[in-house]
Each structure stands twice: as C-alpha cells, then as structure tokens.
C-alpha cells in the first residue's frame, strides 16, 4: 500500500487529503497529516470575528475536527512538527511537541502546506508578553484569553501595520471596547488600493474612533516591572498599551522544503508548476507557502488566501492519486469589513499595472448602493484600472457600506475573462431599488471610463 504524508493540518494540507481520500480508498492509500498546532481544519478569516465576540464558539470556526477526519481514513496527528524532509530515503522526519520525541516516517508521496509566518520584526523587547502575531487559531485564541485579563473598558491596544488583518484585528479589539491605537509605516492604511480609495478607508477608520498614524516606524516596544509590553515607541512618540497585535503581514514558511533541497521561487514562495508539483519528484504543495501564476502580470506572486489554498488543496490532493487538475492562477481579488465599511479590490492597481508596463487610465464614480430614494441608499465608490489600448478592465477598488464589497465579483470575473469594459456596460447585471440603481454602479464606472475613451 502506496502512503501519502500531508505536513500541515489547515486549508491547504487537509484539502488535499480529503480530496485524496475521496478518489482513493483506505484499502489502497495510506494518508497521515501533520499539525504542529492544537487545531485543524479551520477558518482562519474567522479569528478577527472569534476575537471580536462575533463568533462566541470556536467550534464554530473549525469545518472538520481530527476525529472526524480519522473517522474518514485520514490519520491526524495533532501538536506534531515535521523537522525534516530527505527526498532521497523518501521519509520525513516528526517531533511530537508533548513529549519531544523524533521519529522516522516513510513516504511514497508528499504535500507541503506549511502556510505562512507572521511578520515579526527585529526590535527591542518584541517578543514580550502580551503582543501578538495572530497567525493561527492557537493565536486567536491566545489573543483572546490575553483580552479576558484585562479591563478591556478602560486597556489600551496598539495594531502595528494596516493591513487587511491589522485592521480587522483593529476593529475587533475596538469592538471589545478597547482603546486602539494603528501605526501604519506608509502613506495609508491598506498598501493594496490606490492613495485615493486609501484615503477613504483612513477615513472610515477615524470615524470609529480608532487613533489611526500614518507614515510612522515602530521602533522599539517598552515593558513595565513585570515584564509585560507597557507602550510602543515610534519616533518621538510613545503609545501606552496593555495589548499589542501585529499585523505586519505574513511570509511563505519554506524552511522545511528549502533545507531538503526543494525550489523556492523569486517570490520567496515554494515553485510549483499549474499540477501544485514542486522541484522533487511526487511531492506537491498547496496554500500559503508557494507562489502561484498571476494571469494579468504573467508572472509568479504569492498571496495568502484561503480561498487559494482550498482550491490548490483540491489540485494536489487530485494529482497525488493520479489525476491531472490543473490551478488556473490569481488575479489578487480580496474583501474586508471594518465595522460598517466594505472595502474589496480585485486585478491590479495603479502602481501594480504601473510596474507591470501597462498603458492604462482610471475612473472613478460615486454612485449609491441602492435606488437613490430607496430608504438605505448609501455612496459606494468604485474606481476601475483599464488598459488604454484594448479597453480590457486591469484592476477594480471599492468602498462602500452594506451592498458594497461582494460588487467585485463581478469585476473579478470580467478581468479572469479579459473583459473590456464596453462588454461590462452590456452585462444582464439583476435589478431592483432595494439592491441597485437602474445602472449598477460597477457599469457606471465602466461607461464612464468608455466615454473618457
């Protein structure tokens, strides 16, 4: 019997064992997954919500515990790290973190999903109790547990980096009524959208109440007598805190596959190729540990999604029983919710296509969300990126209220099909005053940009 190892017990790694186990039976294939956490299986876009006191169980969080994969042929094994690959003697090398003792397993085929590390820059005292990288649902829920220790009515929290999870992290830490606090190193909050939809998410942030700073470096943290984090040090200010969260964004976790010899792409990302196959022989990867083939650049990014790594989950899981499914690729697409603020944003933005060499124009409207004398209509703002020549739609932005952000779906489907945006203007899009004016507004900011044409 053929033995599959998947390390890596989340989104991509238990995605391609279940969609492993599904093709083959436990007569024919052996699957063993590695997790060196205490969860599996989980939604870890949910743990801001977790945190919030939006989601009030955690059971709720997690979409198939361990005994429920054993139950489906797939041997879990829970708080247990892979140390070590040797591609030659096919085995991999497990430390169980309880009892710190090493073994040998072999295998025949091999997935990678070792996912993504938080940002954790070299400063004084950052490895202090009390602040935060929220990677993992262990994260969450040491955030979490942090937060019960304290007065929440009257502690202060300080988000480094505003990011789509600094700033999700800023709005549950505001919701459970702490005093926050978000240094962000760059002009705006959110690197990804252009200055000026930026501008209006700064905004929307400074209207909760949140202290939001801009352009300031974090240079060293501060901690009182007990060695807890007391205050944060950026420049010639000095931010008090009880609980500090970065939120500097991830990196590929490619250690494992680099020490055995496996390709890392100029992304930093594990190489694969469009089957999830990496550099060694029968051995796969999957979610936020590889790089992946953006179809607007041409060329490799890495973007830590779970809705990526589920669907490369699927693509490994398949060719590692024999199959030939293909990954088609990312066009960057990604929505986030601070408080009654949607933001999405979807291809590429002005610096993006910039870079990429395109000759491009923008359009930016500001239509509302609803019919205009529909109780609940609200401004949305909607810019699109066009290539000059061939009119074909490069990148959309929007903020909004409620209705605004799940609208770039439709943009993201245009630019996955190369879309111009005189064909967006023709989309059979649904209608109604409770949902949409008569144009909805991306087809607004598509003629728009037709009649700049």
Not at 85 to 93: E, N
């Amino acid at each position: 019997m053929e033995r599959l190892l998947v390390v890596g017990g989340d989104a991509g790694g238990m995605t391609a064992a279940s969609h492993a186990r599904r093709r083959v039976g436990v007569d024919e294939l052996e699957i063993v997954a590695f997790e060196r956490g205490d969860f599996s299986s989980y939604s870890a876009c949910g743990i801001p919500y977790f945190v919030g006191g939006e989601v009030t169980d955690i059971d709720d969080l997690i979409a198939r515990s361990p005994e429920e994969h054993r139950r489906n042929g797939i041997d879990v094994q829970m708080r247990t790290e892979v140390i070590a690959i040797d591609l030659g003697a096919r085995t991999i090398t497990v430390r169980d973190l309880d009892s710190s003792v090493d073994r040998i397993e072999p295998f025949d085929k091999l997935v990678i999903a070792t996912g993504s590390s938080p940002t954790r820059p070299p400063l004084p005292r950052i490895d202090a109790p009390g602040i935060h990288g929220v990677q993992t649902l262990g994260d969450g829920v040491a955030l979490s547990d942090d937060l019960a220790r304290l007065d929440t009515s009257s502690a202060r929290a300080v988000v480094v980096g505003a990011g789509y999870v600094g700033l999700e992290l800023a709005e549950a830490l505001h919701r459970r009524g702490l005093k926050v606090t978000v240094i962000e190193s760059g002009e705006q909050p959110m690197a990804t959208l252009d200055p000026d939809m930026g501008t209006l998410v700064a905004g929307a942030i400074r209207e909760l109440g949140i202290d939001l700073r801009t352009r300031t470096e974090v240079d060293a943290f501060e901690t009182g007598a007990d060695g807890r984090i007391s205050a944060v040090v950026a420049g010639t200010s000095t931010f008090a805190a009880d609980v500090v969260v970065l939120g500097l964004g991830s990196t590929p976790e490619v250690a494992l596959a680099r020490a055995a010899g496996i390709e890392i792409g100029p992304t930093g990302g594990i190489a694969t190729d469009p089957h999830m196959a990496t550099s060694a022989e029968r051995v796969w990867a999957a979610g936020d540990c590889v790089q992946c083939h953006h179809r607007v650049l041409g060329r490799p990014v890495t973007i830590a999604l779970g809705t990526h790594a589920n669907k490369q989950g699927i693509v490994a899981g398949e060719n590692a029983t024999g199959g030939d499914r293909t990954f088609a690729g990312v066009i960057g697409t990604a929505v986030t919710k601070i408080c009654e603020y949607e933001v999405a944003r979807t291809g590429l933005n002005e610096a993006e296509a910039r870079k990429g060499g395109f000759d491009f124009s923008t359009s930016t409207v500001e239509p509302t969300s609803r019919a205009g004398y529909y109780p609940g209509a609200e401004k949305i703002t909607v810019k699109i990126v066009v290539e000059r020549t061939t009119n074909r739609l490069l990148g959309a932005q929007i903020v909004g209220k409620e209705g605004a952000a799940k609208r770039i779906d439709v943009l993201a489907t245009a630019i996955w099909n190369d879309m111009t945006v005189d064909e967006i203007t023709q989309l059979d899009l649904g209608y109604a005053p409770p949902f949409s004016p008569l144009w909805d507004p991306v087809q607004v900011a598509a003629r728009k940009s037709t009649h700049q044409a």
